[in-house]
């Protein structure tokens, strides 16, 4: 199994920055991908960036340009820099893990994921 811890989200105001970061541990499986989820209150959850196996990442339209996906595998952690946050980005925020193959395509279905950490919650106000 594996388990995931997120960390790094707070309150901020529109514009303003932070970096989540999501760390890995039990089982290391050689091939994996990872990706960051959102869920506002009354929405459904949402992908927001995946990176696959080989290290190409995909973004959500809503983010793209404003949020960078990355990884330090030697740390088995996931990192999210989102900047020029607007009140809209306001949710919990979770990290997801999925086992095996992962194609680029899926990489921000929400059922393609195994695993997943607890949330953290990002609050922009205006």
């Known amino acids: 199994a594996v388990h995931l811890v997120e960390s790094g989200g707070g309150s901020v105001r529109s514009g303003g920055s932070l970096r989540l970061s999501c760390v890995a541990s039990g089982y290391y499986y050689r091939t994996y991908c990872m990706g960051w989820f959102r869920q506002a209150p009354g929405k459904e959850r949402e992908g927001v960036a995946g990176?696959?196996?080989?290290?190409?990442?995909r973004y959500a339209e809503a983010v793209k340009g404003r949020f960078t996906i990355s990884e330090d595998e030697e740390k088995r952690t996931l990192y999210l820099e989102m900047t020029n946050l607007k009140p809209s980005d306001t949710a919990s925020y979770y990290c997801a893990y999925h086992t095996g193959e992962c194609p680029w395509s899926l990489l921000q279905i929400e059922s393609q994921y195994e695993y997943w950490g607890q949330g953290t919650q990002v609050t922009v106000s205006s």
């Open positions: 990176i696959d196996a080989d290290g190409r990442p």
